[in-house]
């Protein structure tokens, strides 16, 4: 038998399992020697250590197979509560029915498009974004992840700009891992081995307007003058850090008094996460650059999209061939994006957010009164939650214990001192009573018996 032929053979049996409705154990044990062996030898080895981290003992080894709404279930069949989310993926649920049919609908027509001629879901989509983001935001440029639309973003305030060299960013921010992004990034772990990054970036504390009106003025002095400050309205790798209104409020008006532009990055806040469909409109701030991606495609597509106002957006009417993506804005993730939209506003997911948040941050920090020796502080907005511990070894106890017990959640990307909450906006009661519960009881059970071990 040739190579070809052996690789043929594999990949039909890989098809015949993804085709099956329901794994037998044989299955199952196949699947997961076949999973790690992949990843030891052909992607990474580090990701089976990193699993080690959030599991116990040999669950490094659970190997996810199929999910429905705030679920997901590993080969085994072992359930899981979903509140990492995919870091923000899963809005509107697992595999939302609406926009898992718009999805094969779409599909049954035309998957991709010529590049050449219109395609006609993209400018309903525009047109759609244009109705439900704030102020005077009104067009778009889609994309397939959030460091694209951070990228694009940083592009088209550079443009609109063209004689400034400077941008702004915080401390504790995190925007993406590609140069651009990544140079807006605060995290030094991650920018190290990159530098010297895409020149001009500063970060600022996060939080701190006296300290940002200071820089603008030494920029303003030394003649580096600030294209754009990036912002999160909540940061979320940081530690689910919410800013006041007149933070946010103020940077808007330094924004507009040195002449320098707005980018909030919504990739992780946006699609009615904190309570709004937005968090800009739980601030009463405008940016004039919107960047989203992550539940943009309904946790079915990759999609993302950049939002500005015409003033902004107006720079690449001339050429609308000076940034491009082959894949931005394709029929299937357009689809899923006007599906989950539809969703979003039909289910009031926004709202249930706000109440459903509101219910788990009381019920959460009832569940951590007795043990202020582990909980520093619980805080929140929405299902965008925050429990920070005082050390990082705290915080990945608790992850590790919450896992066994089958409730997915992880730190963050700075550290593992705060770990998040983000369950999908469909969540029920009955869910969120079963999170805080397992929450009571890794903190009074599992989480001592791991330091007498």
Request: proline content about 4%; some cysteine; glycine content about 10%.
């Given at each position: ?125 525009g047109k759609v974004l244009a109705e439900i983001t704030p102020g005077d935001l009104k067009y778009s440029f889609f994309t397939n992840s959030g460091t694209e639309s951070v990228e ?97 409020q103020g940077v808007r008006d330094l924004c507009d008094e040195f002449g320098t532009l707005l980018i909030f990055d919504e990739v992780q806040t946006g699609m009615g996460r904190t ?179």
């Open positions: 038998m040739t190579k070809n032929q052996q690789v043929a053979n594999y990949i039909n049996q890989v098809l015949s399992l993804v085709e099956k409705k329901e794994l037998t154990p044989e299955d199952a044990k196949w699947i997961t020697e076949e999973t790690v062996e992949g990843f030891r030898e052909n992607i990474n080895p580090g990701f089976l250590e990193y699993r080690k981290t959030v599991t116990v003992d040999n669950q490094f080894a659970a190997v996810e197979w199929s999910d429905e709404g705030s679920h997901f279930k590993d080969v085994n069949g072992k359930e899981y509560i979903d509140c990492l989310g995919g870091f923000g993926i899963y809005n509107v649920g697992h595999r939302n029915p609406k926009v898992l049919k718009a999805v094969t609908d779409q599909l049954q027509h035309q998957a991709l498009h010529s590049q050449d001629l219109l395609d006609p879901l993209r400018g309903m989509l694009c973003a940083l592009k088209i305030a550079k443009m609109y700009n063209t004689e400034r060299s400077t941008f702004i960013a915080a401390t504790k921010a995190f925007h993406g891992k590609s140069l651009g992004a990544l140079s807006s990034t605060a995290k030094g772990i991650f920018r190290k081995p990159f530098q010297p990054l895409i020149p001009g970036f500063r970060h600022v504390p996060y939080g701190d307007l006296d300290y940002m009106r200071k820089t603008f003025e030494a920029c303003q002095a030394t003649g580096d003058d600030v294209a754009a400050v990036i912002l999160e309205p909540i940061q979320g790798e940081g530690g689910i850090i919410i800013p006041t209104r007149e933070y946010l309570g709004a469909m937005f968090a800009s409109e739980l601030f009463g701030v405008t940016p004039d650059i919107l960047a989203l991606a992550k539940a943009f495609g309904g946790g079915i597509m990759p999609a993302g999209a950049v939002v500005g106002n015409e003033k902004v957006f107006s720079v690449l009417f001339e050429n609308p061939f000076m940034h491009t993506t082959t894949f931005g804005g394709n029929p299937l993730a357009c689809a899923a994006a006007l599906a989950t939209i539809s969703v979003l506003i039909e289910d009031e997911l926004p709202q249930r957010a706000a109440e459903v948040g509101e219910y788990m941050l009381k019920g959460l920090r009832e569940a951590a009164e007795a043990h202020g020796d582990k909980v520093l502080e619980i805080r929140g907005i929405g299902l965008m939650i925050g429990i920070e511990f005082h050390t990082d070894e705290i915080g990945y106890e608790v992850s590790k214990g919450m896992f066994d017990e089958g409730v997915l959640v992880a730190g963050t990307l700075i550290n593992s001192k705060t770990i998040r909450i983000e369950p999908p906006l469909t969540i029920s009661y009955e869910e969120a009573d079963q999170v805080i519960g397992t929450f009571k009881k890794v903190l009074a059970e599992k989480f001592d018996e791991a330091l007498v071990k």
